[in-house]
């Protein structure tokens, strides 16, 4: 089994967690069915901190917004497993709306969004409560104090249980402390946990997670690379981690269950 971390104010987790975004069509298209195995495959293991994000997923054809798709297949899954609600601790994210190729993407963090993506999330996970709800992007215009007052109104509402804050400076986590006290910090992989050490640790977040740290700090440097592919998927192109044009990944196969 997998040993468990307390992070910050008791929020209690497996030291490795999943993370959505392997399975989805940003690192190259994966079967429903081999992804849900996947899932399943970490849950046996005792993995129980599971992270996903509203834009993960291939969109439905002729919908607008947000995919959800990674969301309703964690959601299908969580709901064949007969696991407790306590069992699992759930990170979700919202902020990205879409993208373009040419501007890159579209970012909103108004309280009526805030709380309209909320709803969807927990609608598409099947639960009444998200453990951890990240802000994914900042949107640049907007007083970081708005979106995260309005995280705050979650938490109260107990919709939310904690909360987080992706890609910021040091002061919009100050800014966003004086809000809502002791807020999670996600850093992108590519800064590397020295980064993460000398810049992060001091400031008041009550515990710092690193965003996909095996692709991005690993990237290009697999003595034995299985595959390459080319970082056309938006999400990538417009990730500060993705700054060569190839990154190295290895296949997802179906994994076996015993």
Request: glycine share 8%.
């Amino acid at each position: 089994m997998i040993p468990t971390i307390t992070l910050g104010d008791n929020l209690t987790v497996s030291k490795l967690g999943f993370g959505g975004m392997a399975v989805t069509d940003t690192y190259g298209s994966t079967p429903d069915e081999v992804a849900k195995q996947a899932i399943h495959t970490a849950l046996d293991a005792g993995i129980t901190f599971i992270d996903t994000a509203d834009v993960y997923g291939e969109p439905r054809p002729n919908t607008t917004g947000p995919a959800g798709t990674n969301e309703e297949l964690i959601g299908e899954v969580l709901a064949t497993t007969g696991l407790k609600c306590d069992e699992i601790q759930l990170a979700t994210k919202f902020g990205i709306v879409g993208f373009d190729l040419e501007n890159g993407m579209s970012v909103r963090g108004d309280r009526e969004y805030v709380r309209e993506a909320c709803h969807n999330s927990l609608r598409r996970l099947g639960v009444d409560h998200i453990d951890l709800y990240y802000m994914h992007r900042r949107e640049l215009t907007r007083p970081i104090e708005e979106t995260v007052t309005a995280m705050a109104e979650l938490v109260a509402e107990g919709k939310v249980r904690h909360i987080g804050l992706s890609e910021v400076t040091a002061d919009e986590l100050r800014a966003a402390h004086r809000i809502h006290p002791s807020p999670r910090y996600k850093a992108n992989g590519a800064s590397g946990p020295a980064t993460l050490n000398t810049t992060w640790c001091p400031l008041p977040a009550n515990s710092v997670s690193a965003s996909s740290p095996t692709p991005h700090w690993g990237a290009d440097s697999s003595p034995e690379p299985s595959k390459k592919i080319v970082c056309n998927h938006p999400f990538l192109r417009h990730s500060p981690a993705t700054t060569s044009t190839t990154m190295t990944t290895r296949p997802l196969s179906p994994p076996s269950r015993t």
